[in-house]
T-cell receptor
Framework: EPEVTQTPSHQVTQMGQEVILRCVPI?????FYWYRQILGQKVEFLVS????????KSEIFDDQFSVERPDGSNFTLKIRSTKLEDSAMYFC?????????????FGDGTRLSIL | AQKVTQAQTEISVVEKEDVTLDCVYE???????LFWYKQPPSGELVFLIR??????QNEISGRYSWNFQKSTSSFNFTITASQVVDSAVYFC???????????FGSGTQLTVLP
């Protein structure tokens, strides 16, 4: 069964450094998302992306964050200048159709640790 | 704004018992979609079940069943004959078109004891 794949599985970065989290969504999916989960807390929406542009973003997704689909397969989340509070698990998700009961399929996540 | 409430923070059962996880949601949208996801200790999010707002028929899939009641805005999830491998955090999630995102509840930690 097709999967969403995320790399790396764990990223350790110094505060203030830039980090790029990578995702390969399921190949025939059109809608892409990033969520994050601070340890022990609920999963929070960051951003949705369709047709090469952002569809929706949350208050968390400030100017330090950006997303890109640089080619036909990858979907990246960049944090420009990381802060301690950016430490979390970041999940990429994709779905074929949005306004439907098609579930969002999640990758295994990237655990980001900011030192 | 959307909201999902999972009042049960932790549940502990003995293997083979049935367990029901509660979920209450809030939305003003008339069309919406509800999901349950499982997060085992390894951390990934695994899709389990889904329900449309316009289909109140309850279903059973293997050991999983769900009870969707629009009148009480509830979408409860039952595992029959629980197994140790069911131990995980279970999240209820809501998707509405106006928000274009999944809104998750805070999760219920289920522990199934041997």
């Amino acid at each position: 069964e097709p999967e969403v794949t995320q790399t790396p599985s764990h990223q350790v970065t110094q505060m203030g450094q830039e980090v790029i989290l990578r995702c390969v969504p399921i190949s025939n999916h059109l809608y892409f998302y990033w969520y994050r989960q601070i340890l022990g807390q609920k999963v929070e929406f960051l951003v949705s992306f369709y047709n090469n542009e952002i569809s929706e973003k949350s208050e968390i997704f400030d100017d330090q964050f950006s997303v890109e689909r640089p080619d036909g397969s990858n979907f990246t989340l960049k944090i420009r200048s990381t802060k301690l509070e950016d430490s979390a698990m970041y999940f990429c998700a994709s779905t074929k159709r949005e306004y439907s009961n098609q579930p969002q399929h999640f990758g295994d996540g990237t655990r980001l640790s900011i030192l | 704004a959307q909201k999902v409430t999972q009042a049960q923070t932790e549940i502990s059962v003995v293997e083979k018992e049935d367990v029901t996880l509660d979920c209450v949601y809030e939305t003003r949208d008339t069309t919406y979609y509800l999901f349950w996801y499982k997060q085992p200790p390894s951390g990934e999010l695994v899709f389990l079940i889904r329900r449309n707002s316009f289909d109140e028929q309850n279903e059973i899939s293997g050991r999983y069943s769900w009870n969707f009641q629009k009148s009480t805005s509830s979408f409860n999830f039952t595992i029959t004959a629980s197994q140790v491998v069911d131990s995980a955090v279970y999240f209820c999630a809501l998707f509405v078109g106006s928000a274009r995102q999944l809104t998750f509840g805070s999760g219920t930690q289920l522990t199934v004891l041997p």
